[in-house]
């Protein structure tokens, strides 16, 4: 399943992980002296109980790279504002895998704050909370279904294209932990 269902089941939007200035913008967010630190805000991650976490990642939270104000102060780091909201979206996908959130957690968190708090379709409550009962007991073995699910196009009532740049965050923290 590693890659192949991305290849052609995804739509052809560039890979994040592929693109040179994410490449750059990743070596950068793991030095010290990089304005936005993964490993720093892994490890504030790992550390932090599920309301400040989802106050971090939240609209206006301090890792919401997504807002205006952090999105004129880190743009140029990574090639403007698409981009920029692209990271926003890998960024939760690692934090929310340094939070111990399984995949469908995160994806399920990130429809969620789409629904309710950044206008989202009313049409699709009743489904969300069919979506939310299952979610609350989802185990990390279910991550592979998530990620088929995922590349398969379902996008979590979250905005286009957000759940795969979420779903290579996730990915990438838990390659990075495997490699330490």
């Not at 950068?28 to 002296?33: F, L, R, V």
């Not at 743009?75 to 979206?89: A, E, P, Y």
């Not at 995922?150 to 996008?155: C, I, K, P, S």
Request: net charge negative.
């Amino acid at each position: 399943m590693e890659g192949s269902i991305r290849k052609t089941c995804v739509p052809p939007i560039q890979d994040l992980l592929q693109t040179n200035g994410f490449q750059d913008f990743l070596q950068a967010g793991t030095q010290k002296n990089g304005s936005i630190n993964l490993l720093r805000n892994a490890k504030e991650a790992r550390d932090m109980n599920p309301i400040d976490f989802v106050l971090a990642v939240g609209p206006t939270g301090k890792w919401d790279y997504k807002n205006d104000k952090l999105a004129s102060k880190n743009q140029d780091m990574i090639g403007g504002q698409n981009m920029l909201q692209r990271f926003g979206n890998f960024h939760f996908g690692y934090v929310a895998a340094a939070n111990d959130f399984t995949l469908a957690e995160s994806m399920a968190g990130a429809g969620l704050v789409q629904h309710f708090l950044q206008d989202g379709n009313p049409i699709n409550t009743p489904v969300l909370d069919k979506i939310l009962d299952q979610v609350t007991d989802v185990s990390s073995e279910d991550a592979e279904e998530a990620e088929y699910l995922t590349h398969a196009g379902y996008e979590w009532f979250d905005n286009a294209g957000d759940a795969a740049d979420i779903l290579d965050g996730w990915n990438f923290y838990h390659e990075q932990e495997r490699k330490n």
